[in-house]
């Protein structure tokens, strides 16, 4: 079967509740035809607003992060009951600027990453390499860690998402070239595919994300081993995501 496209934008922490509502509106009719799934996903605090805003389009909603309890003593976290009540079908989880800034670790990710499955949501799980790593010829050695640690008990691949980022191109404006990050991606879903047999690892689809944008989507999206890709600032202009989206045009 194959696998069904996915671009998803990552706001990050951009947009008020208001301003969230406007750019989905504006994004609805450009996007009304489009063949891949597309989502969003939103600061938490505009996930009320966004749903409403997105109702009747085939826009998906996306939180960007979830906490691994199901509820408790947890100041400043939402769980992913709390995300499914509002509709939120996506959620990013281990996204490198939460593994920089935010204490984020492969074991916190594999938590999160079960718990979301758990609940029926479908994780956007990010991985990649640093420049240093690259440059020191690290790369492989890197995402085998973070695969192997971050998936640890994952039962069916074809319900989450893996987005390969390298941090180095991650709104920078330097993009990975599209060979590079088919290679990457081929080498991520060969080693899950070992590491992790039996479970439905060529079912899963997996995202390029680093400074893609309306310029470069054709290219990185023609690539046999890229299913889609995950957006950052590209995805605050509609214009510029709606480009994206119809990559195959
Ligand atoms: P960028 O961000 O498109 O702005 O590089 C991608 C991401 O961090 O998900």
């Keep these: 079967m194959a696998r069904k496209p996915i671009i998803a934008g990552n706001w990050k922490m ?12 504006a994004l609805k009719p450009l996007i009304a035809d489009a063949k891949c799934e597309v989502v969003v996903c939103v600061p938490a605090i505009d996930i009320p607003a966004v749903k409403k805003a997105i109702h009747g389009s085939k826009i998906k ?3 960007q992060n979830v906490h691994f309890a199901e509820k408790g003593a947890y100041t400043g976290e939402i769980s992913a009951s709390m ?3 509002y509709g939120v079908k996506y959620v990013i989880i281990g996204h490198s600027e939460r593994r920089q800034y935010f204490g984020e670790t492969d074991e916190s990710v594999n938590k999160r990453t079960l718990a979301a499955l758990k609940a029926g949501l479908t994780p956007i799980v990010c991985i990649g390499e640093s420049l240093e790593e690259r440059e020191s010829g690290l790369t492989e050695k890197v995402l085998d860690r973070q695969l192997r640690e971050g998936f640890k008990d994952v039962e069916d691949f074809s319900k989450l998402v893996i987005a390969y980022e390298p941090i180095w191109a991650i709104g920078t404006g330097r993009t990975a070239t599209a060979e590079q990050a088919n290679e990457t991606i081929a080498y991520i879903r060969r080693r899950v595919k070992r590491l992790f047999p039996h479970k439905n690892a060529g ?4 995202q390029y994300g680093g400074s893609m944008n309306a310029k470069n989507a054709k290219e990185l999206m023609a690539q046999p081993e890229i299913d889609g890709g995950l957006i950052g600032g590209a995805s605050l202009k509609p214009d510029d995501f709606a480009a994206i989206v119809h990559f195959d045009r």
């Excluded at 951009?14 to 509106?25: C, H, I, P, Q, S």
Aim: aromatic share 0%.
């Design 203 to 206: 079912r899963m689809r997996i």
């Design 61 to 63: 909603l996306g939180a």
């Design 14 to 25: 951009n947009n008020t509740a208001e301003e969230g509502a406007a750019l989905v509106k």
């Design 83 to 85: 995300l499914l009540a």
